[in-house]
């Protein structure tokens, strides 16, 4: 991971945040939340997280097919096709 989440103490369990947006992106904010039978709060911690657990899913199967290359498990032709081997037509 990044060496600045090393320097960054763990908090115990939570913590607040104190964010500066917009009136109007708040209102927004506010609406969808309350759309979604949720608070703001627990919207946002939602948004963040699938965020978060998207960005580790799509770098774990970039390394997943990284290692998959580099031991051979691809079989990838070894000369420049053509285009019209690519495609049947």
């Known amino acids: 991971m990044c060496d600045t989440l090393n320097c960054v103490k763990p908090a115990k369990t939570k913590r607040n945040l104190t964010l500066n947006l917009p009136v109007d992106l708040i209102r927004e904010a506010k609406v969808e939340a309350a759309r979604r039978n949720m608070s703001l709060n627990a919207w946002i911690q939602e948004a963040i997280d699938h965020t978060m657990r998207f960005r580790r899913d799509r770098i774990a199967a970039g390394e997943k097919f990284l290692n998959a290359s580099r031991e051979g498990l691809l079989k990838?032709?070894?000369?420049?096709?053509?285009?019209?081997?690519?495609?049947?037509r």
């Open 76 to 88: 990838l032709p070894r000369k420049r096709l053509k285009r019209e081997e690519l495609y049947d």
